[in-house]
């Protein structure tokens, strides 16, 4: 199995940024297909990127493309997050998520292992 520690989080004001990381333990993780998810206050998580294993193929939820980039070192067992443009909304708790998987995984049911979360604030 694999471990997952997400960090990167914190206060910014609306139009800045933040890079968001995902440090991954235990099993090579260059097999694993990971996702970024989040839950703001008093709402369902929602999926927000999404990157196969070799990183050659991402996928984003309308809200965030052309704002939110999903990358992932191998060497480094890290993956990460750069949000640009950030919105209030964009408020909430970030979690990364791990399958071991050829594609890209969409679905939050379908991963396997999750972070504790980083939290994201974004004020007006």
């Known amino acids: 199995q694999v471990q997952l520690v997400e960090s990167g989080g914190g206060l910014v004001q609306a139009g800045g940024s933040l890079r968001l990381s995902c440090a991954a333990s235990?099993?090579?993780?260059?097999?694993?297909?990971m996702g970024w998810f989040r839950q703001a206050p008093g709402k369902e998580r929602e999926f927000v990127a999404a990157?196969?294993?070799?990183?050659?193929?991402?996928y984003y939820a309308d809200s965030v493309k052309g704002r939110f980039t999903i990358s992932r070192d191998n060497a480094k067992n890290t993956l990460y997050l750069q949000m640009n443009s950030l919105k209030p909304e964009d408020t909430a708790d970030y979690y990364c998520?791990?399958?071991?998987?050829?594609?890209?995984?969409?679905?939050?049911?379908?991963?396997?292992?999750w972070g504790q979360g980083t939290q994201v604030t974004v004020s007006s």
């Open positions: 998520a791990a399958r071991i998987w050829v594609g890209v995984i969409r679905a939050q049911y379908e991963y396997d292992y």
């Open positions: 235990g099993r090579t993780f260059s097999l694993y297909a």
């Open positions: 990157i196969n294993r070799s990183g050659s193929l991402t």
